[in-house]
């Protein structure tokens, strides 16, 4: 599944030092942002603007 989603995404595969490396390279980002949150938490709501 992570080769279909790096295929299908145009993200790179491999490790954190070669993903950097890439990125780094090409001047774009590798990888894809971490997604959302838990909403409901406290360190969600207070790290939003406001």
Known sequence: ???RD???KAWELG???FI???AN???RRA???PQG???RSKA???SKPK
Do not use: H, Y
Request: glycine residues 4%.
């Open 37 to 39: 949150g838990d909403r």
């Open 44 to 46: 969600f709501n207070s």
């Open 25 to 27: 390279t090409l001047s």
């Open 6 to 8: 790096a295929t299908n």
């Open 31 to 33: 990888k894809p942002l």
């Open 1 to 3: 599944m992570k080769v």
């Open 15 to 17: 490790n954190d030092s």
């Open 20 to 22: 950097e490396q890439v």
